[in-house]
Each structure stands twice: as C-alpha cells, then as structure tokens.
C-alpha cells in the first residue's frame, strides 16, 4: 500500500500502474480497493488471438519496459514481475498494460541494497537465488523472462524440480530454438539476452533500453523494420502460449500469492544432485500458497535430498572416493577418484565454494549447463554433478593419455598423418559444439585429452571453463582465452562469437604440424599486435616437407575478417582433410618438429596460470 501511495503522489492519472484507490482499516480486515483492469492479464487475452504478429509483442514490450522504467525512476523495485501481474486496461486493446500485485515491491534508498529471498521461480533474477545484495535489475531479468515468452510461447528456464530449474537460471543456460525463433529478429533476441545477463552491473536497465534499443525505440519513419515486425507471423507462438497458459491454470490451487521467504528451496546449501540424463520438463512458472505449513507440505520434504539411480538421500562422498590430487588451483582441485560400487575412475574436480563471488558461481552453473547438453564421441563428458554446502562436485571422465602435447614429445616418430587424424577428430568436435550454439573460447593443445595410451588419435576437447552459448552473432564479449590461441577480434575487444574457436584450430593445426605457433614473440604487447594483424609466415625451411594443401587450409583459418574466416564445417571438406591419401601424409615425417614442440611445452608448462576455478587460464590484459 505504501509503494502505490508513492505512486500515487509523483505520476498523474495515466499511470502504468494499477491504481490504488482506496484503503480502510479494521481491527480484523484491511480493505484494499483497487482500479479495475477489465482486459484481465496479458496471457489470458493472447490465448484467444488467432493472429499474433511480432509487432503486438514489440507493443507489449514497450509498454512493460516504459512501466518498468517509470516505477525505477522512483527507486521503487518490483521484484514479481511474471504474467498474472501484467493487466490489460480495456478489453478492446491488447497492448496497454498496467502493472500489478505490489506486496514484494519496496522502495530503495539511492545508495542501499535488498537481500530478501522472493519472487516467483521462474522469472527470479540469479542474485536472488544466490543471496546477494542486489537492486532494481532484478526487474529487468524478470522482464527478460516474460519477453522471451511472448514471443517464444514457453519460458527460457525450465527444469524438473526447483533445484534444476535454479540451476539453470544461475547459468543464464537458455536457448532460442529455431522451430520457435527462426523468423523472430535479432533485435528482440539481442534485447532479450541483455536481460537475461547474470551479472547485474551488465544487465541492460528498462531507461537505457527504452532510449537507446532498436526493437523498442518508436521510430516510424523505419518503415521497412516496423514492415518486418508486422509481417513476422507468431501462430506457432500463440499455440505454445495456450498451452503455457493451460498449465498455468491447471496449477491455479497454487497461485493464491508468491512463494514466501521461508520457502525452503531458497537454501541454496542444500544438497542437489545433477545426472547426465537430466532432461527439462514443463516450466515451474507457477506461484505458491504463501503460509509456512503449505509450502513445508509440498516442497520442504525435498531440503537436503537428491535422487541418484533412483535412491533418495546420497551425498557425493556416499557415491565417490577422492584418492590422490592431480592438480590445485586457488578455488579448485583435480582429483583422480572413483565410483565407490563399480570402480571405476574418475576425475573430480572440487571447488570450495566460500571463495567464489557471484560471478564465480554462475560461471561454475554455466559450465556444468553446457557440458550437459553436449554428448559427443570426442568432449569429455560430465558424469556427475553435486551442490553441496561447501564444495561443488564435477565427476568427470578419467582421460588416462595426457593431453596432446605430452603424447606428441614423447613419441620418435612423428608424421603429417598422425597430425591429419588428431586434427579431424578437433574439427567434428567443434562442429558438434557449434552446432549446439555453444563458443568454447579456449581451444589450444592442453585442452585436447587422450581417452587411451595405445590410441593418439582419440582425443577428447575439455576445460569448458569460458564457453558460451550463442545466442545471436557476435553476442560475446569478455576477453578471455590462452595468449598464443585467442582470436583477434577478442583481442580488439570486438563482439565475438563461434568462428572465433575457429582462429584457435588454426594455430593449433600449425602447431602440430612444425611444433611452434604461427604467432611468437617475447613481449606479449608485440605477440597481440601480430595477432591483430594476422602476421604470420610460412617457413620454408619448417614447411617443405608438408604438403601444401594444409597450408590452405591454415590460411583460410587464420583470417582477421570473421567474415571469410571458414567454418569447421567447410574445413572438414576441405581437399587436406579429404583429398590427400593417408600414404603420401605417412611419408611426411614431421619428427624433426617434436624438439620445438618439446621447448614450447616447456614454456607453457612455467607461464600456465589458473585465476579461476573454471579454466587454467586467465582473463585478457586490455594489452
């Protein structure tokens, strides 16, 4: 009541708020009377649409934008932004929303934080879940979830209990999929991933947006955009919208108000549990009864379980046993381990939790996500993972033959077919990872494991630490990556995307090919500006017992302009790949090559670093 009075006294009749008109106490009851919204809710109406287009969810966007943005300007926070609480005013009009349902809402002071836990699952911001102090932003992710369903028909986020669902919003793991986004343009998908950006600072805000976004700004003499926004045609959206909307009410037991602070799957301590076979079912986007003893009944029971083949109550040491370290880091340590019941090894990385910022934890969320929706013959995959108290649990493949590098210097014979095999197994699996919408943004030798000691070929990409999904081209932009493997347009600071991995299997083929890369220089000042430039060479006292077509292929790789630079696709077509005969590649001994390749290992082996739990490397100096 007291936020709508505030409202009340700074903005004029037309508000974009339901209005507060009255307000009686009794010794018993508080009457709240309340405008009228005759339309009812948003979801509701668009139910019973049979034309939808893009431009009538760009309409509903600016409107709960600019309401988004008014209410901010009062430093006045929502923080249960969903669709029940988006109202339409008149019944004739499908687009002029007002916002409803303040009891979370609160003021903030210019210079404090909020900490309280609430908020309804699958629209709450990653801060919330995670406890920290957070601001009006919290608005702006729920928003980002709210415009992702009208012009998806589902939610961004959905898992089969909260824990999954959690998870997946901490990682900000969503995806447009083309059955449901293909024809819907990259303005809304760009605006939609500013919103759902985990870190808040990041996050775009509803006034920058409202000023300063494509899709939202009203400009009219743009006739050919408004002309494509109309034309988009959202039937496909409409029937997922019905169907999110059945589900919706089907649940109305539990939507009397939202989930209260004492809801125990709040505890992000709890323990939790992650198969590779986990699979996301229909959205937990529903409110709860709100008294202590109903949400006790229906959700407490699960505090501090987790389900593993079928058994209730395991925690990661009743599963697994750490024997002897592989490797520390400051946040995280590699164990050799095994399965307790079957033996078999594994790789387990622990990472103590009391050390991570936010941003550690999303990264850790982000890292799990895409590992678990990458199943290929050569990733190495993630069997197991556990969210416990103290430390996070990654279970993964033991890869018992060493990386690339320490394979290669330890052989006597080394040819031009052993480097062509190692290199199309690098290229099916960043085929697989792009396909998927996914960036690794670390791909170098060190990362390419070997499952087995007998087979050099068999490798297996690892250290998903900085990869991302894609969401829209050029849509990255941390700098991040291994010095003498980072693509240029990272190191400019340009918007990046998945053909920057592309850069990084070029050096790597031309590493494996003469045992040092394209790209030396002492200063890394110097090394970054070749980089930048594309200055490289082709020695022909290095290169003339290598076959030329590899060196096309290389070069059609390490192109500054993302635009020409090819894909793994088309250099798996490439005649290098497919043209030579394994017997000429045989005959192209390469031994010579594996002393560099010996110095350069060395060299990596004294300036690796691991600044972060997630990767050995470090982020980029804005050198």
């Known amino acids: 009541v007291s936020v709508m009075r505030e409202f009340s006294s700074h903005i004029i009749h037309h508000d974009p708020f339901i209005g507060l008109v009255d307000f009686y106490e009794t010794p018993k009851t508080f009457y709240v009377v309340l405008e009228l919204a005759r339309g009812g809710d948003v979801f509701d109406r668009l139910s019973k649409r049979t034309v939808y287009t893009e431009q009538d969810a760009r309409k ?63 629209f709450v911001a990653p801060e919330i879940l995670i406890g920290s102090p957070y601001r009006t932003t919290v608005d702006m992710w729920s928003c980002g979830v709210i415009l992702y369903l009208l012009l998806g028909g589902y939610p961004p986020f959905q898992g089969e209990n909260h824990k999954a669902l959690f998870r997946k919003i901490r990682a900000a793991d969503y995806v447009f999929h083309d059955k449901y986004w293909e024809h819907i343009s990259i303005h809304a998908k760009q605006l939609i991933a500013q919103m759902l950006t985990v870190d808040p600072q990041s996050r775009i805000t509803a006034q920058h947006a409202m000023v300063n976004h494509p899709w939202l700004t009203d400009n009219e003499s743009d006739v050919d955009s408004l002309d494509m926004y109309s034309s988009t045609d959202l039937s496909t959206t409409l029937d997922q919208i019905r169907k999110f909307n059945a589900r919706r009410k089907l649940k109305g037991v539990m939507q009397a108000v939202t989930y209260a602070t004492s809801a125990k799957f709040w505890n992000s301590d709890t323990v939790s549990f992650m198969t590779r076979d986990t699979t996301a079912i229909q959205s937990q986007a529903f409110s709860a009864v709100s008294t202590k003893q109903k949400i006790a009944d229906k959700f407490g029971k699960t505090k501090g379980r987790i389900l593993t083949g079928g058994k209730a109550g395991k925690t990661f040491r009743d599963i697994y046993q750490l024997d002897s370290k592989l490797r520390k880091g400051i946040f995280a340590t590699v164990w050799s381990g095994k399965h307790i019941t079957s033996g078999v090894p594994k790789a387990i990385k622990v990472i103590h939790r009391a050390k991570l910022t936010p941003k550690d934890d999303a990264a850790v969320m982000n ?64 085929l697989y990872i792009h396909q998927r919408g996914v960036a690794h943004r670390d791909l170098k030798p060190q990362n390419l494991l070997l499952a087995r000691r007998d087979d050099d070929s068999y490798i297996k990409v690892a250290d998903f630490g900085f990869a991302k999904r894609v969401h829209t081209p050029k849509s990255l932009t941390t700098r991040c990556g291994t010095p003498t493997y980072v693509a240029p347009e990272i190191l400019k600071n340009h918007p990046h995307d998945e053909t920057s991995d592309l850069w990084s299997v070029g050096v790597i083929i031309y590493v494996l090919l003469v045992g040092y890369p394209p790209f030396m220089e002492d200063n890394q000042k110097l090394l970054f500006r070749k980089i930048r430039s594309g200055d490289f060479n082709f020695f022909p006292e290095d290169w003339q017992g290598v076959s030329s077509q590899v060196q096309d292929l290389i070069s059609k790789l390490l192109v500054v302009d993302t635009s020409h630079r090819w894909t793994a696709a088309q250099a798996l077509q490439h005649e290098w790949v497919v043209g030579v005969s394994e017997h000429d590649l045989s005959s192209n001994d390469l031994s010579e090559g594996i002393g560099e390749m010996r110095e350069l290992l060395k060299a990596s082996r004294v300036t690796e670093t691991e600044a972060s739990p997630f990767s050995a490397n470090y982020n980029l100096p804005n050198n």
């Open 60 to 122: 509903l966007g600016c409107n709960l934008v600019t309401a988004i943005s008014t209410m901010h300007q009062l430093n006045i926070v929502h923080r249960d932004l969903k669709p029940e609480n988006l109202l339409l005013v008149e019944t004739k009009n499908d687009s002029f929303i007002k916002l409803a349902d303040f009891g979370f809402s609160k003021k903030i002071p210019s210079s404090d934080y909020l900490t309280t836990r609430c908020g309804t699952p699958a």
């Open 367 to 430: 890292e799990v996500a895409i590992l678990q929706s990458l199943r290929h013959a050569h990733i190495v995959p993630l069997h197991d993972f556990f969210e416990e108290r103290d430390y996070f649990y990654m279970v993964m493949e033991m890869m018992d033959g060493g990386d690339v590098f320490d394979r290669i210097v330890q052989r006597t014979h080394y040819t031009e077919k052993n480097a062509r095999d190692l290199c199309i197994a690098l290229l099916n699996a960043v």
